[in-house]
């Protein structure tokens, strides 16, 4: 899945994504570009438990 966050503006906010959904799959893969602010996730979980998570966290995601 692609996510586009676009309060993701720096280094920090790219490893809190990360935590975030590592947080629930912690064997997920997550790819990010900071430059066009794009989290690609490999994950067993659902793209809505997800982005629920990362809103929760102050990440609003919207799928690509």
Do not use: W, Y
Request: hydrophobic share 40%; net charge negative.
């Amino acid at each position: 899945m692609k996510l586009l966050i676009e309060n993701m503006t720096c280094g920090g906010c790219a490893r809190g994504v990360t935590a975030t959904i590592h947080e629930i799959d912690p064997n997920a893969k997550v790819d990010i570009d900071l430059a066009t602010k794009v989290v690609s996730v490999e994950s067993t979980e659902s793209i809505d438990k997800i982005t629920n998570a990362l809103a929760e966290d102050g990440f609003p995601a919207k799928s690509q």
